[in-house]
């Protein structure tokens, strides 16, 4: 009875949200203004932006700020809010939170925005969940952009090629890792908050993370609100071991990789074998990116996408 319940209020909420913005549609598609607004779902608000003109693109759960200002004049950017970055989170059962309640997510919003054809991001292991939603939802994407994603994800293959691919690094780089790590140690302490923590350990992850091994990313975490119960669970348990280079993983649209030379978390390596079933994939090697391609080297990032996507 209970699972019942908590069945029809998700399909209400939908529905509602569907309902309650159905006469904003066409408004939505037709106007090339920027606009914001948001999306309640099971108590948790929800927000999205949209700017630009163009494609419409649905970049999923991650920073709009990564892109440069002149994205926007080849895509229609539809950037949406996931639970773990929601600024109005509402806790909930965790343990009934699982990859199809992920879906619903996208899809409630995508419904709300009245988008029907779209091209779909999403960054680091997000561009798998983009790729998978594409997989559920095919009548909906025409393209699949992941930006710095590990092709495979849970596995000894991931956890091999990171392990080699940093071995291999240069020694300078491991060097200021290492000098970062002690220095977190230090500054480790009761009357941080779990946020700020979290934000901490990810700046003096920098020298895996980007291009520019000495760059300070704090005020670029700081900008995000983590929901971290949520955050952990779908790191942890919601998105699955996965290899995107399996059969039951080819999709018949086109999809596009922008993978960073100097990328220490999801190494460029892990693409080095081909998906196979896949005529319609295009890796592209950012020779001075990290983890962030689409933010590290936005010009090129935005030529080789644009000419992607008139090519395809």
């Not at 106007?31 to 949209?50: M, P």
């Not at 780089?173 to 000098?179: D, G, P, Q």
Request: hydrophobic share 35%; proline share 5%.
């Amino acid at each position: 009875m209970k699972i019942t319940c908590q069945i029809v209020a998700i399909c209400l909420i939908t529905i509602l949200a569907c309902e309650n913005n159905n006469s904003d549609h066409k408004e939505l598609l037709s106007d090339d203004s920027d606009k914001s607004g948001s999306v309640i779902i099971d108590g948790s608000t929800l927000n999205y932006s949209i700017k630009g003109k163009g494609i419409p693109f649905l970049l999923i759960g991650s920073d709009p700020e990564y892109f440069s200002k002149d994205f926007p004049d080849h895509f229609r950017l539809y950037s949406i809010e996931m639970r773990f970055n929601a600024t109005e989170y509402n806790p909930i059962d965790l343990s009934k939170y699982d990859i199809d309640n992920l879906f619903k997510d996208i899809d409630t919003l995508r419904a709300v925005l009245g988008l029907e054809k779209f091209i779909i991001g999403g960054h680091s292991v997000l561009g798998a969940v983009a790729h998978k939603y594409a997989k559920k939802y095919p009548e909906y994407v025409s393209h699949v952009v992941m930006m710095a994603t590990p092709r495979t994800w849970g596995t000894t293959t991931y956890a091999d090629s990171v392990k080699v691919y940093w071995e291999n690094a240069p020694e300078k780089r491991k060097l200021l890792y290492n000098e970062k790590q002690k220095q977190l140690e230090k500054e480790k302490s009761d009357t941080l908050n779990p946020r700020e923590a979290f934000i901490k350990s990810l700046v003096a992850s920098g020298p895996k993370r980007w291009h520019d091994e000495h760059l300070d990313a704090t005020q670029f975490f700081k900008r995000v609100n983590y929901n971290l119960d949520f955050l952990y669970h779908l790191f942890g348990q919601v998105i699955p071991t996965y290899d995107l280079c399996s059969p039951e993983e080819k999709l018949d649209i086109p999809v596009f990789v922008a993978a960073g030379k100097s990328d220490y978390i999801a190494p460029p390596t892990l693409w080095n074998l081909e998906c196979k079933e896949s005529t319609h994939l295009t890796i592209s090697l950012f020779e001075r990116s990290g983890h962030t391609p689409q933010y590290e080297q936005s010009t090129l990032f935005n030529k080789r996408l644009v000419d992607w996507v008139q090519k395809n």
